[in-house]
């Protein structure tokens, strides 16, 4: 037998292992490759390559000096100084997006969504994800978001009821932090869209409840992120070092695993009492099922017989849809709509302009037809999502060697002209969502103003973006699009409606305070108090309409 000190020595010598074995793929690649052959920024910081540079100035505002500077295809230094690749090039960017077995979500971002989530859509690759999007995908069509939309107008109106007694209670203009009441909005309508949850965000009465806090517990709360939670995010071993962070991820996935698993036997049950009243159980299809839920919908789906078993989800993929429906589910929107208030905030033309437009529609409660049928407030959505995407860029990372196509021919660092990018196994990619969408090259030299009207006639060179939405990348493109897409743009178009007819909005402080900050999702801050977190003030007024 192997004494004590043996068997120490060699669990160390299996740990250092472990960990080296880990850390080679982020060791810089000090072989000449085909990116180091593009011309870039230099290199300011051993560890942190550009990287302190895109948090100082923000994600596109660094991207877009670059690119001015060394051209639409480039290479900058991610952290160790590893290379990182940067293109506006909508044909190399459409040939990254629909090739997702090729160009995979980074192995560190996956590990760390699915530590929390599970293997969700957002987190599983391969044929898990093709699995799951095939069964998921009727759910998020056209005619199901259209049955959900009374649950998005719904919930618009009970904030904007909060915000009307918070302007009776104060005075008006009444200075209300937009961003508080949003993400509560959105969070309520994941909840009952979703899987028919009560959150009860916005009642101000409402009980509490598990689902609620470890919601919260997992997402909402502004954390520090220590040396040891980045170590944990490369080197998954470390995870048997336990802290607090730690215990409160745990406890609080652990607590949305079982309210999961609940809802779904409850869902199952009753679709198993529908089904048990059918004559012709056994010739159901998806095409015939409805349901009153995305989840009840999902469960439908994954037991009708059009449907080969071997295609069917597990239930421990259907259970990782639950979390990831509460966190892509309304964090998204409720951003994007933030954001709207603060641009129609410095547009009071636009801002009255659509007013008129939404006074047209008769009715407080508009169906999904009747806000579609808007083509003004189209345009302002369009027109916010292009300006203030939520999601500011994504990463992709080379699963082998391959040769990227491009539109645009470009000169590398030794002057040479090529009309392809060269990637190597593990190279990554940035997806620049917000420097194309900003782009003066797409939409003319007034791309960074606000301009709803520029959707009444879309300039020629944006048809080549390769977005699922409005040659757009807010949503990104190819089999990894944002399948929520539709659900987002609808629940937008609900709360604008019943916002904007009924309050005028103003920004509280000057534009300048205004600073967007990403955490995965870009969100307004203020200078002058960034450690208060994420907060948009505003002056809100009930408007009154002159007959």
């Given at each position: 037998m192997l004494s004590i000190a043996a068997t120490v020595l060699l669990s160390a010598f299996t740990f250092i292992g472990v960990v080296l074995w880990k850390a080679w793929r982020l060791i810089p690649r000090w072989t000449p490759t085909a990116l180091k052959n593009l011309r870039g920024p230099p290199s300011p910081h051993w560890f942190y390559g550009n990287m302190q540079e895109i948090k100082e100035e923000g994600d596109a505002v660094a991207l877009e000096r670059w690119i001015a500077e060394y051209g639409t295809t480039l290479k900058y230094k991610s952290s160790l100084n590893n290379d990182r690749l940067l293109t506006l090039d909508t044909r190399a960017l459409n040939h990254v997006l629909t090739h997702s077995a090729d160009y995979q979500k980074p192995e560190v971002s996956r590990s760390q969504l699915a530590r929390v989530l599970g293997e969700g859509v957002l987190s599983a690759e391969g044929e898990q994800h093709r699995r799951q999007r095939r069964i998921m995908n009727p759910a998020f069509g056209p005619a199901q978001i259209r049955e959900l939309t009374h649950v998005f107008v719904q919930k618009a109106i009970e904030l904007?009821?909060?915000?009307?007694?918070?302007?009776?209670?104060?005075?008006?203009?009444?200075?209300?932090?937009?961003?508080k009441g949003l993400t509560k909005m959105t969070l309520d309508v994941i909840g009952?869209?979703?899987?028919?949850?009560?959150?009860?965000?916005?009642?101000?009465?409402?009980?509490?409840?598990?689902?609620?806090?470890?919601?919260?517990?997992?997402?909402?709360?502004?954390?520090?992120?220590?040396?040891?939670m980045i170590l944990k995010s490369f080197f998954p071993i470390l995870n048997i070092i336990p802290d607090e962070e730690s215990r409160r991820v745990y406890h609080?996935?652990?607590?949305?695993?079982?309210?999961?698993?609940?809802?779904?036997?409850?869902?199952?049950?009753?679709?198993?009492?529908?089904?048990?009243?059918?004559?012709?159980?056994?010739?159901?299809?998806?095409?015939?099922?409805?349901?009153?839920?995305?989840?009840?919908?999902l469960l439908k789906a994954n037991v009708a017989t059009d449907v080969p078993e071997s295609q069917r989800l597990s239930d421990e993929d259907v259970l990782a849809q639950v979390p990831t429906f509460i966190a892509a589910g309304h964090d998204t929107t409720s951003t994007g709509t933030t954001w709207c208030l603060y641009a129609l905030s410095q547009a009071p033309e636009v801002q009255t302009k659509l007013r008129e437009e939404l006074f047209t529609v008769e009715t407080d409660t508009p169906t999904m037809d009747e806000l579609n049928g808007l083509p003004y407030l189209d345009c302002v959505v369009r027109e916010t999502l292009r300006l203030h995407a939520p999601v500011?860029?994504?990463?992709?990372?080379?699963?082998?060697?391959?040769?990227?196509?491009?539109?645009?021919?470009?000169?590398d660092r030794f002057g040479q002209v090529q009309d392809s990018i060269r990637v190597s196994r593990g190279s990554s990619?940035?997806?620049?969502?917000?420097?194309?969408?900003?782009?003066?090259?797409?939409?003319?030299?007034?791309?960074?103003?606000?301009?709803?009207?520029?959707?009444?006639?879309?300039?020629?060179?944006?048809?080549?973006?390769?977005?699922?939405?409005?040659?757009?990348?807010?949503?990104?493109?190819?089999?990894?699009?944002?399948?929520?897409?539709?659900?987002?743009?609808?629940?937008?178009?609900?709360?604008?409606?019943?916002?904007?007819?009924?309050?005028?909005f103003a920004l509280a402080v000057s534009p300048e305070e205004v600073q967007a900050k990403t955490s995965v999702v870009q969100r307004p801050v203020l200078r002058s108090t960034p450690e208060q977190g994420n907060q948009l003030p505003m002056l809100v007024k009930r408007y009154t309409r002159k007959e």
């Open positions: 904007r009821d909060v915000w009307d007694a918070q302007v009776a209670q104060d005075g008006t203009p009444a200075r209300i932090d937009v961003v009952l869209a979703g899987f028919g949850f009560h959150f009860d965000a916005l009642n101000p009465k409402g009980k509490p409840n598990e689902l609620f806090e470890a919601f919260q517990e997992l997402f909402l709360p502004d954390r520090k992120i220590t040396t040891l609080a996935r652990d607590v949305m695993r079982r309210i999961g698993k609940q809802l779904i036997a409850e869902k199952k049950a009753q679709i198993q009492r529908e089904l048990s009243g059918q004559k012709e159980k056994d010739r159901v299809k998806r095409g015939d099922l409805q349901g009153r839920d995305l989840l009840t919908l500011p860029v994504t990463m992709r990372v080379a699963t082998k060697d391959d040769v990227i196509p491009a539109n645009e021919p470009f000169t990619i940035l997806i620049p969502i917000l420097a194309l969408n900003r782009s003066k090259t797409f939409w003319g030299e007034d791309a960074l103003e606000f301009k709803p009207e520029r959707w009444q006639s879309t300039p020629d060179a944006a048809a080549s973006v390769p977005g699922v939405w409005s040659h757009l990348l807010t949503f990104i493109g190819g089999p990894r699009a944002c399948i929520g897409y539709r659900f987002s743009i609808v629940e937008m178009k609900a709360l604008i409606f019943v916002l904007v007819r009924t309050f005028e």
